[in-house]
C-alpha cells in the first residue's frame, strides 16, 4: 500500500498569512495526488486535483504543487474561513490513501 | 445540482450487519464510480471501497474485504455498502464520494453529508 505522509500535523497561523502543507508519497504516485478541506461536522470539499488543478469554485488563494513524490499545498493569504484541516489523499493505485490529516488553526 | 444523501446509518451490535444507500441525483449516475470512505470519531479518513459506474469493478480495503460488499442500482440511482458481521472498529461516519473524472479520480466530488454507524453492545 502507498502510504502519505503529511506534515505538520498542525499549525498555528493568522489571517494574511501565507501556509504551506506538505505531502510525501512512499512510492511514485504521478499526478494523482489531491487536497481536501475538512470542516467540524461536514463532509471533505475537493480543493486540488491531479496535484495542481483547482477544482471549480474554490478560490485562487489555493494552489498546488508536486516534486517526485512530494506535494505542496498552499494558501497564499489565509482567510477565517480557512481554518479548518486538510487531508491529501492518493487515487494513483488502491487501496487509495490519504494523509492523516493537518489542523490549521487561528494564532 | 449535483448530490448525495446517505442513509441507513444506526446502532448495531458486534457481529452485526448493517446496508448503507447513497442516493444520487443531478448527473448521469451510470458513467461515474463512487466511494465509500469513512471515519472514526475525532479520526482521519479512510477509504473503505470503490466500484466502477458498470458495478462490474470492485476494490476494497484489506480491513473490510470479506465482510462489506459494494453495489449499485444505475435504474435507482443508488450506491450501497452491505456491512456484516461488524466490529467496533467500524464504528465511523460513512461517507458516499464521487469520483470527480471519468476513471476512479483523479479527486472525489462531490460527497455525501455522512450517516454514522455505531458499533455496540
Known amino acids: 500500500d502507498i502510504q502519505m505522509t503529511q506534515s505538520p500535523s498542525s499549525v498555528s497561523a493568522s489571517v494574511g498569512d501565507r501556509v504551506t502543507i506538505t505531502c510525501r508519497a512512499s512510492?511514485?504516485?504521478?499526478?494523482?495526488l489531491a487536497w481536501y478541506q475538512q470542516k467540524p461536522g461536514k463532509a471533505p470539499k475537493l480543493l486540488i486535483y491531479?496535484?495542481?488543478s483547482l477544482q471549480s469554485g474554490v478560490p485562487p488563494r489555493f494552489s498546488g504543487s508536486a516534486s517526485g513524490t512530494d506535494f505542496t499545498l498552499t494558501i497564499s493569504s489565509l482567510q477565517l474561513e480557512d481554518f479548518a484541516t486538510y487531508y491529501c489523499q492518493q487515487t494513483n493505485s488502491f487501496p487509495f490513501t490519504f494523509g492523516q490529516g493537518t489542523r490549521l488553526e487561528i494564532k | 445540482e449535483v448530490q448525495l444523501l446517505e442513509s441507513g446509518g444506526g446502532l448495531v451490535q458486534p457481529g452485526g450487519s448493517l446496508k448503507l444507500s447513497c442516493a444520487a441525483s443531478g448527473f448521469s449516475f451510470s458513467t461515474y464510480a463512487m466511494n465509500w470512505v469513512r471515519q472514526a470519531p475525532g479520526k482521519g479518513l479512510q477509504w473503505v471501497s470503490a466500484l466502477s459506474g458498470s458495478g462490474s469493478s470492485t476494490y476494497y480495503a484489506d480491513s473490510v474485504k470479506g465482510r462489506f460488499t459494494i453495489s449499485r442500482d444505475n435504474s435507482k440511482n443508488t450506491l450501497y455498502l452491505q456491512m456484516n458481521s461488524l466490529r467496533t472498529e467500524d464504528t465511523a461516519v460513512y461517507y458516499c464520494?464521487?469520483?470527480?473524472?471519468?476513471?476512479?479520480?483523479?479527486?472525489?466530488?462531490?460527497w455525501g453529508q455522512g450517516t454514522l454507524v455505531t458499533v455496540s453492545s
Open positions: 464520494a464521487r469520483a470527480s473524472g471519468n476513471s476512479y479520480g483523479p479527486g472525489f466530488d462531490p
Open positions: 491531479a496535484a495542481s
Open positions: 512510492q511514485g504516485i504521478s499526478s494523482w
